[in-house]
């Protein structure tokens, strides 16, 4: 898939999500194979403010990986401004958020909001693309519409690339179904028919697993899928989507070894790149992730909320991890 000029190898790509896709984990994802990762989103207002808990959160991928930015906001001069700080960290693309449901957001008449004002969206597509440049792409993440008696993804992508989009990613659901129901494909499947086909259509909603990547890629046509909740403590599942894309066996889930593994490089990947006060909550929420589905995991959860240190949370899981692998071994 390309987008303007950039080559996205693996037709995957990992959503967006408010204090989830921070740079530990969504380290770990790229080294799963993920096609390409994009920050939280993040306030053009706060930015411009100098807000340093979001412009925290604006971090360049490490090793030199291509990474998106995504912002939200409908004011020029804080659009403006929050584009130009992402290509200063040397973002490959400028997602704006047109698709975010949560009240403070809309109530602000941001996130999806902007799809009832499609002309100011274009605005805002325009403007962007300008203020990043050419080698640098603005692209839109919007869902199915306000609500069932307005559903406009179709033509309000048709605008959007019209303005200079150069991707577009469609949630199925619309506004007001927040995250309850079903995500429609057929949605998607409209999108990508009517948007000009040299601009990629990325679908998004309830993938969790290879088959439903598949079946999304088949009932709608989408260039990429960009998977969200699936990959919690799951960056297995980008593996298995690339080796299936490249043709090759899915390698399936991972070893309860491997899952120990993983879990350790990201905690430590969590205290190398987000030291500071949250620091034991974030080890805490990561440690949490790992475990679900596992036996006794809810009382793991219990042990490590009463946990004091990063150092604890460690070994309390270490501890989990390494009886789990012996009675494995033992059966
Ligand atoms: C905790 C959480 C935070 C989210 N934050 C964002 C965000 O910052 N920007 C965005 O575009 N979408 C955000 N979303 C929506 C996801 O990107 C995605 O569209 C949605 O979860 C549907 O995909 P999924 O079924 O694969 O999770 C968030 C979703 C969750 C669950």
């Given at each position: 898939?390309?987008?303007g000029?950039?080559e996205?190898?693996?037709?995957?790509?990992?959503?967006?999500m408010?204090?989830?896709?921070?740079?530990?984990?969504r380290t770990?994802?790229e080294?799963?194979?993920?096609?390409?990762?994009?920050t939280?989103?993040?306030?053009a207002?706060?930015?411009?403010?100098?807000?340093?808990?979001?412009?925290d959160?604006?971090?360049?991928?490490?090793?030199?990986r291509?990474?998106?930015?995504?912002?939200?906001?409908?004011?020029?001069e804080a659009?403006?401004l929050?584009?130009?700080m992402a290509?200063?960290?040397g973002?490959?693309?400028?997602?704006?958020?047109?698709?975010?449901?949560?009240?403070?957001?809309?109530?602000?008449?941001?996130?999806?909001?902007?799809?009832?004002e499609?002309e100011?969206a274009?605005?805002?597509?325009?403007?962007?693309?300008e203020a990043?440049g050419p080698?640098v792409?603005?692209?839109?993440?919007?869902?199915?519409?306000w609500d069932?008696?307005?559903?406009?993804?179709?033509e309000?992508?048709?605008?959007l690339?019209?303005?200079?989009?150069?991707m577009?990613t469609?949630?199925g659901?619309?506004?007001?179904?927040?995250?309850?129901?079903?995500?429609?494909n057929e949605?998607?499947?409209?999108?990508?028919?009517?948007?000009?086909s040299d601009?990629?259509?990325?679908?998004?909603?309830d993938?969790?697993?290879?088959?439903?990547?598949?079946?999304?890629r088949?009932?709608t046509?989408?260039?990429a899928?960009m998977?969200g909740?699936?990959?919690?403590?799951?960056?297995?599942?980008?593996r298995?989507?690339?080796?299936v894309?490249?043709?090759k066996?899915d390698?399936?889930?991972p070893?309860l070894?491997?899952r120990?593994?993983v879990?350790?490089?990201?905690?430590?990947?969590i205290?190398?790149?987000k030291?500071?006060?949250?620091?034991?909550?974030e080890?805490?929420?990561?440690?949490?992730?790992?475990?679900?589905?596992h036996?006794?995991?809810?009382?793991?959860?219990?042990?490590?909320?009463?946990?004091?240190?990063?150092e604890?949370?460690m070994?309390?899981?270490s501890?989990?991890?390494e009886?789990?692998?012996?009675?494995?071994h033992?059966?």
């Amino acid at each position: 898939m390309r987008i303007g000029t950039l080559e996205i190898a693996t037709p995957v790509l990992l959503a967006p999500m408010a204090a989830v896709t921070d740079l530990p984990f969504r380290t770990i994802v790229e080294e799963f194979g993920v096609g390409l990762t994009i920050t939280e989103f993040l306030s053009a207002d706060a930015i411009i403010h100098g807000d340093s808990k979001t412009t925290d959160k604006m971090t360049a991928s490490l090793n030199g990986r291509k990474f998106g930015v995504q912002i939200f906001g409908r004011t020029d001069e804080a659009m403006i401004l929050a584009a130009q700080m992402a290509v200063r960290i040397g973002a490959s693309l400028v997602d704006i958020n047109m698709g975010c449901p949560a009240k403070r957001v809309v109530a602000g008449a941001c996130g999806s909001a902007l799809m009832r004002e499609p002309e100011l969206a274009q605005h805002l597509v325009r403007i962007v693309d300008e203020a990043i440049g050419p080698d640098v792409f603005v692209t839109v993440k919007h869902r199915a519409g306000w609500d069932s008696s307005e559903l406009n993804a179709a033509e309000f992508a048709c605008a959007l690339v019209e303005a200079g989009a150069k991707m577009i990613t469609v949630h199925g659901r619309t506004r007001a179904q927040g995250f309850t129901g079903n995500s429609s494909n057929e949605v998607i499947r409209q999108v990508r028919e009517q948007v000009p086909s040299d601009v990629p259509v990325v679908g998004n909603g309830d993938v969790t697993d290879v088959e439903s990547f598949l079946r999304m890629r088949e009932e709608t046509g989408c260039d990429a899928v960009m998977i969200g909740r699936g990959a919690l403590g799951n960056p297995w599942l980008f593996r298995s989507i690339k080796a299936v894309s490249e043709g090759k066996e899915d390698p399936g889930a991972p070893t309860l070894e491997e899952r120990y593994d993983v879990f350790k490089r990201h905690i430590s990947h969590i205290i190398a790149l987000k030291p500071g006060p949250k620091l034991l909550h974030e080890v805490r929420k990561a440690s949490a992730w790992y475990a679900k589905g596992h036996r006794g995991c809810n009382a793991l959860r219990q042990k490590v909320w009463k946990t004091d240190s990063p150092e604890a949370v460690m070994q309390v899981v270490s501890d989990y991890f390494e009886e789990l692998i012996g009675q494995e071994h033992a059966a």
